[in-house]
Every structure is written in C-alpha cells, then in structure tokens.
C-alpha cells in the first residue's frame, strides 16, 4: 500500500559505528537515532560496550576507546530498547546495507527477527541529484552545505542524514519525497549503484552474469539456471557474509549472457572467467604448461612415474595417464601425498635420491613398507602403485569421434573432451565438427566428465 501524502510515517535516521566491517567478527561501539515524527525530532543513542577489541585506527576514526565503552551496556542488554525505538519506522541510513546488517546480524545472534523497511541515502541523492558526480557522505556535505556537529560519531552523522532530509524536502516538496519512498522502500536488497529496472530486465534463464566495478572493471563472474535469482541471492546474502556485502558496496554494472542450459553456463563461466580475470574470483589457469604422470615398467619391473609434459600429452587419446596438472611442482606434490598416503617409497618413485646399501627416509620414519631394501616385493609395491594412481587416471575419450550434447534444446559440440562450440542446426554442427583441434582445457575437461557421469549421459548425439 502506497504511503498517504498526508503525513510521513515516522522516519529513524540512523548510523552506527563499529569495531570493524565484518559482520560475525566485528561488533557495534554506538547506535544514533534520529526519529522525524510529524513536526517533532526524537533522539536516542547508546555507546555500546563490543567485548572486542577496538582496532587503532578505528579508535582513531570514530574517538571510541575501550575505555569509553568500559561499563557500558552490551548489544543483548539494550537490543530490547532498541528494536522498541526502531518499531513502525523506515530505518534511514547511508550505505543502509551496513547500518541495516549489522544491527540485523545482532539482533539474529540474540534469535530475534528484524525486518524493518529500508531506505539508503545514497540510493536517495542518486535519484534526486543525478548530475551530482559521487554520493558518500563527505561528498553531501559538501554540496549541500550540511553542518558538521560530531563527524564519525553515531549520533552526529544520524543528524547529517536529518539535515540532506531536510535539503530534499525543501527543494523538491514533500509530496515528491512520498514519490521517493515508495520507490525506495521494499527495494532494500538493493546495492545504492543498481536500479531495479536492471534487475528486472535480467531473465530468469541458464546463463553467466558479470558484475562491474568502477570503470567497467571486471568484479566477479557466476554462473547460475535462473540469472536472476542468483544476482538477488548475492545481495541478500550481502546482509549476513562479508565477502557479498564487499561486491555489493563496490558493483556499479551488471551483464549477462544467456545459454540454453546449465552445461553451456558451467562452460562459459571457466571461459570468461579465464579471459577476464574478475578481481573476486579464484583465478581458473589456462592448460599452457599441463603436464600428467605416466607409469612405466623398467628392466627391473618396477613400475616407476614418469613425467608427460605439453608437448607430448594428448589427454583424451592416451591410455596410461594419471593426475593432469597445472605445473611440475603440482604434479611432485601430488606424487609426494599420494606415496605419503599409501606408504609408497619415495626413492623408488624418483622423489628421493638413491644412496647405495640404504633404504629411504621414509622407512625409517616408518611412512615405507620397505620395497627399498627389499622388505617388500617390487610386484606389491607396484600393485599399490597403481591402485592409488588408478583414482586419479584421466579418462580415455568414450566415443569414436565428436559427439554433441543436447542441453536445453542446443547442441554443445565436444571432441576428446574438448569444447568445439555450440550448434542450433546441422550446418553449425558440420562446421564445428570439422573445425581442427582446439587446445585441450582442464577446467572443461572436468566439467565435461562430471556431465557425462550424470543426467548428460542420455542427452548424447554421437556424429
């Protein structure tokens, strides 16, 4: 129901000032309140006592010492007071998904539920004062001439938000604010840069979606069945995890591609994650300098793992290879779990240096059986061998050629684990098919073979 032009319902001005950004870790130092009902100003505030430490510099920041806050009440003992001061208002903060989280994330701690209707400040300046080039409160300040009390203390900054209240109501009346609250409430999940015109036009499909920071900087890329359901999810998420609420207050743009199926997001996403690098996602490696391990049996008979680098390996084609990694020092540490593991030699398996009439390291430690000196027979040595590396052995492509796999009424194209492309006819589909070798990714490979062990492997056309 639209708010009645007639009169405000009562707005609290709020700010906090806390021990750090971090939602679960850190805690609030002091709440300021500065409630407009009709013509009358109501003020509450309560230096809280955090029982954390209060790092230096925000001590520097706010002027909040431990010691300030020794004998002071803490959060549980007055959150009772203050959801009762807070009741039937519109919570009113700047960066209001700060404000708002922490005292929510409070309050949750306690069991209590808190879901008051929301309005940021800086969602407030952007939609009024469009031309004006930044929105943090310093910026406001500035240019509308708000009178500084006390800076970086709850209740002072509480009173800058009264006062750009105010600037508003006299400049645009108080019926456009009415407009502007019923624009702005009930959007509350909302970064302050992101219009919901945009989330709206975001479709609930299969897709990737990118975020961008300032300057169309690649922030972060996902992957999700329902696009749009997934972007709302990180900033609901922003009120509870700190990793969500630090891509929210930084997001300025977001873009989307969309894919006929889940398999064609999970392949997109490994692409553009590699080609964008996003500040905020694990870095995914190209496959340049992929090497694997290979079994060999020497005159001896003693299996021993040899390594297969670039140039020589062809994932896909070849039978005896275990492992695939991003670089030689990965595949050595992985060969070194694995002996440790299984109780495998380290000398026998070329991670240790041989030293003539003496067993290895780690038969003395007692991490050997000893197939070293031979307390243990070379064939059981070698059985255990391959029976560890046999839980990482890469898979021989299962098909004689290029199959294409129907998802979502598209056809993604695949030959020796590789992406080929994606097909929506027979032309698209003989044309990839007949495209070359590609170079063989190991992020796609994974994807491709958890595919094909699930619900894909009834969706291939072999061609």
């Known amino acids: 129901m639209d708010i009645q032009a007639a009169s405000y319902p009562k707005l609290a001005f709020v700010d906090i000032e806390t021990t750090g950004s971090h939602f679960d870790r850190d805690r609030i130092t002091e709440i300021g309140i500065k409630t407009l009902a009709g013509n009358e100003i109501q003020v509450w505030e309560q230096l809280i006592n955090p029982q954390t430490f209060i790092p230096q510099n925000i001590q520097r920041l706010t002027g909040i010492s431990p010691k300030m806050v020794e004998g002071k009440p803490s959060f549980d003992q007055i959150a009772r007071e203050l959801k009762q001061e807070l009741e039937g208002k519109i919570f009113i903060a700047h960066n209001a998904r700060f404000d708002y989280g922490f005292i929510k994330a409070s309050f949750k701690r306690m069991g209590i539920d808190f879901k008051p209707k929301v309005l940021c400040t800086v969602k407030l300046s952007r939609l009024l004062f469009p031309d004006q080039p930044r929105h943090n409160l310093d910026t406001i300040i500035n240019a509308h001439d708000l009178k500084v009390g006390a800076r970086h203390r709850a209740l002072g900054d509480a009173d800058l938000l009264l006062q750009f209240w105010r600037v508003c109501e006299s400049k645009f009346g108080k019926e456009k604010l009415h407009e502007v609250i019923n624009q702005l409430v009930g959007n509350p999940s909302l970064p302050p840069n992101i219009d919901k015109k945009l989330i709206d036009s975001i479709p609930d499909a299969p897709g990737c979606y ?122 050595h540490s992985y060969l070194k779990a694995v002996a440790k593991k299984y109780r495998l030699c380290e000398l026998l398996l070329g991670l240790e240096k041989a030293i003539e009439g003496k067993s290895c390291f780690g038969y003395q430690v007692k991490q050997c059986g000893g197939a070293c000196i031979g307390v243990m027979p070379t064939e059981l040595h070698n059985l255990q061998l391959k029976t560890a590396m046999n839980l990482y052995k890469v898979q021989v492509w299962p098909y004689q050629g290029p199959i294409a796999i129907n998802d979502g009424g598209e056809m993604i194209v695949l030959d020796k684990w590789c992406y080929l492309g994606t097909a929506i006819n027979e032309d698209e589909l003989v044309e990839l098919t007949s495209s070359g070798d590609v170079e063989f990714d190991l992020d796609i490979y994974k994807i491709v073979k958890k595919a094909l062990a699930g619900h894909y492997k009834n969706q291939v056309i072999q061609l």
């Open 210 to 331: 990118i975020f961008y920071g300032d300057n169309k900087t690649p922030l972060y890329i996902g992957k999700s069945i329902s696009l749009r359901s997934r972007v709302m999810g990180h900033f609901q998420g922003a009120l509870t995890q700190r990793k969500e609420m630090k891509l929210s207050l930084q997001v300025r743009d977001i873009d989307w591609i969309e894919t006929s199926g889940e398999l064609g997001a999970l392949i997109l996403e490994s692409q553009l994650i590699k080609e964008r690098m996003p500040s905020m996602n694990i870095k995914l490696r190209r496959s340049k300098d992929l090497c694997a391990w290979s079994l060999e049996q020497d005159v001896a008979g003693l299996l021993k793992p040899i390594l297969v680098n670039q140039k020589d390996l062809l994932p896909g084609l070849q039978d005896n290879l275990y492992g695939l990694f991003y670089s030689k020092r990965e595949a």
